[in-house]
């Protein structure tokens, strides 16, 4: 049973560097084509993709937010890590970690965790 | 990177009614690397389309999916009740990138 389950702060102030971390079980991410990625939800509007990991360790950034993402992993400990530099109150949304394989669509989402940016 | 643009923005239906929710790429999807999904108030998006006409197992067959290179179609036959909802597609052929949402309403 693949499982994904985020955690961080709910609320960041502007400025501050967000981390949240993604706690998984069901699969390894040091299976030949396992993936982890984070994608956000702001209030009532639309999914947005944001960074990938993969099982080789490759990493891939959204385009217009490359400059402030930073992901990781930890296979020992089946967690993936997101950093967000800079935060800004139009980054206040729902953030998502999800599992892909072979950089395919999404399988399996979490339940996402809410993070506000404010001061 | 892929823009994709869905329409209608909202669409109003009744139940047993037909809906057709379109998604167009700015540039062709490769391979049809094109997924869909619904999103229900206070949930994650759930999976059901992928390979732009692949239905995930459990999906009901009332769900379907058409299309390829740029344009591409969501198809549900009869709607129940449990089908209103926000519905998204995806495409994973050039990295990865969401379309804006159709809102699927009851009218």
């Known amino acids: 049973q693949v499982t994904l389950r985020e955690s961080g702060p709910a609320l960041v102030k502007p400025t501050q560097t967000l981390t949240l971390t993604c706690t998984f079980s069901g699969f390894s991410l040091s299976t030949s084509g396992m993936c982890v990625s984070w994608v956000r939800q702001p209030p009532g509007k639309a999914l947005e993709w944001l960074a990938l990991i993969d099982w080789d360790d490759d990493k891939y950034y959204s385009t217009s937010l490359k400059t402030r993402l930073t992901i990781s992993k930890d296979t020992s400990k089946n967690q993936v890590v997101l950093t967000m530099t800079n935060m800004d109150p139009v980054d206040t949304a729902t953030y998502y970690c999800a599992r892909s394989q072979g950089g395919n669509h999404i399988d399996y989402w979490g339940q996402g965790t809410l993070v506000t940016v404010s001061s | 990177e892929i823009v994709l643009t869905q329409s209608p923005g909202t669409l109003s239906l009744s139940p047993g009614e037909r809906a057709t929710l379109s998604c167009r790429a700015s540039q062709s999807v490769s391979s049809s690397y094109l997924a869909w999904y619904q999103q229900k108030p206070g949930q994650a998006p759930r999976l059901l389309i992928y390979?732009?006409?692949s239905r995930v197992t459990g999906i009901p067959d009332r769900f379907s999916g058409s299309g390829s290179g740029t344009d591409f179609t969501l198809t549900i036959s009869r709607l129940e009740p449990e089908d209103f909802a926000v519905y998204y597609c995806?495409?994973?052929?050039?990295?990865?990138?969401f379309g804006q949402g159709t809102k699927l309403e009851i009218k």
């Open positions: 995806q495409q994973y052929g050039s990295s990865y990138s």
């Open positions: 390979g732009a006409s």
